[in-house]
């Protein structure tokens, strides 16, 4: 048997471990309520269309795919959201922004688009025209002379390669290539001149 110490020192101990495991014990978690995309689309659909359409003027259904790809980063976000209704707010506030930002980096077509041709194509006749009078003009010069202008501003060799090319110095090189296109342009006026 146990004497009367024995059981006051027993039942202190036990009366001091059960405010511990009451303090130690954790309270019951707050139950996770998960919350439904489609009631909050519902709810907020058209705030969120305003926001886009009457605050940064956005076409309506350029604003119903930026209330789309909101919803999506909303399913996406990988942390707690607090207040569902602020953070779809500057979600839209921000995709609008961001869409403005794109939009400025291109340039609209102009309304007469199907009317007008390739820009690239005008003037292609005055090109053609004259390509084919410096060919023309070309056929003027003696060989000497065409063979330099050839090499130096066809093939864009310089001075010392057509020298090289033309087994002569450097010198006569540049002398050469200055009296032939000083040649060819007199042929090429003398072709385009209108005469009166």
């Given at each position: ?16 471990e059960?405010?511990a ?24 659909r ?6 886009a ?68 194509s005008?003037g ?38 057509v ?11 540049e ?22």
């Amino acid at each position: 048997m146990l004497d009367q110490n024995t059981l006051e020192v027993i039942s202190t101990a036990n009366s001091a471990e059960e405010p511990a495991k009451a303090a130690v014990s954790t309270p019951a978690e707050a139950p996770v309520v998960e919350v439904d995309i489609g009631v909050l689309y519902v709810d907020y659909r058209m705030l969120l269309l305003s926001v886009a359409c009457r605050k940064f003027r956005i076409p309506e259904c350029e604003a119903e795919n930026l209330i789309q790809e909101v919803f999506l980063s909303y399913l996406q976000a990988g942390t707690k959201i607090e207040n569902a209704k602020a953070w779809l707010v500057a979600a839209m506030c921000n995709a609008s922004r961001h869409y403005w930002r794109a939009q400025g980096r291109t340039e609209p077509l102009p309304d007469d688009y199907g009317e007008r041709c390739d820009p690239s194509s005008n003037g292609v006749a005055d090109r053609e025209a004259q390509k084919l009078t410096v060919h023309q003009a070309l056929e003027y010069l003696q060989p000497r002379c065409r063979q330099t202008l050839y090499l130096h501003y066809f093939e864009g060799r310089s001075a010392g390669d057509v020298a090289r090319e033309m087994e002569t110095t450097n010198r006569y090189a540049e002398k050469l290539i200055h009296n032939c296109l000083k040649r060819i342009r007199e042929i090429y006026l003398s072709i385009t001149a209108v005469k009166r």
